[in-house]
């Protein structure tokens, strides 16, 4: 009875912080930009075209012809121009790549001279998009991905109380239903628990307990 909106809970946990820090780096885009986004389509694109500043070219790559990107593309064996595009979005795309050092030095070798790139990813958020999800990375495996960049801005995306929340609720994507009818006995169990603390656990934010970053880096 309650799996189906738990589970739009749980997209709204996971994505409401994301396409928070996502719409924020977009509208500082100015007009004229030249802009790539990383994995063709999706709640990302929709993001991007709903805050982007009238006169910027959005252009998508994805290394699947099957998404329809403008450029098929492999981010880590990238065949795009170097310092082509001002702006880089790479919005939940690295853990799924082989190489993110490669990832991370192309998305530097894509960038103009001072040009910024959005990248997302995350910490603790269960597996998904099987068998292609390779990585999880802390707030310092990002600083070590990104440490040839002259700026590294990374920012914990979930609070403790929703990243809590959010793990709980993804385990109904495990398809076992001794688990779903777990998850939503402790929900309910727990739900007046949840209220009293939520306006103390929904401020309390740490990096060493989030569903993942919001990192922007500057070449």
Not at 48 to 71: F, Q, T
Not at 95 to 116: F, M, Q, S
């Amino acid at each position: 009875m309650l799996k189906r909106p738990l589970k739009k809970l749980a997209k709204r946990l996971s994505r409401k912080p994301l396409n928070i820090g996502l719409s924020e780096f977009v509208r500082a885009i100015p007009s004229g930009s030249r802009v790539l986004n990383i994995g063709a389509g999706g709640e990302v694109m929709d993001v991007i075209k709903s805050n982007v500043a009238p006169g910027v070219l959005i252009v998508s790559s994805d290394i699947d012809p099957k998404r329809k990107p403008d450029i098929v593309d492999d981010l880590t064996a990238t065949k795009l121009d170097a310092a082509s595009f001002d702006y880089l979005i790479c919005a939940e795309v690295i853990e799924h790549v082989v190489d993110p050092y490669a990832a991370a030095e192309n998305i530097r070798h894509i960038l103009k001279e001072n040009g910024k790139a959005f990248v997302s990813g995350p910490m603790l958020f269960p597996l998904h998009d099987a068998p292609y999800d390779f990585f999880r990375y802390t707030e310092f495996g990002f600083r070590k991905l990104f440490q040839n960049f002259s700026g590294v801005d990374i920012r914990a995306r979930a609070s403790w109380g929703r990243t809590a929340m959010h793990l709980l609720v993804r385990s109904l994507w495990f398809k076992d239903k001794r688990i779903d009818v777990a998850v939503q006995l402790l929900f309910l169990w727990n739900l007046p628990m949840m209220l009293i603390l939520k306006p103390i656990l929904g401020r309390v934010t740490t990096p060493y307990f989030t569903t993942g970053f919001n990192c922007i880096v500057t070449k």
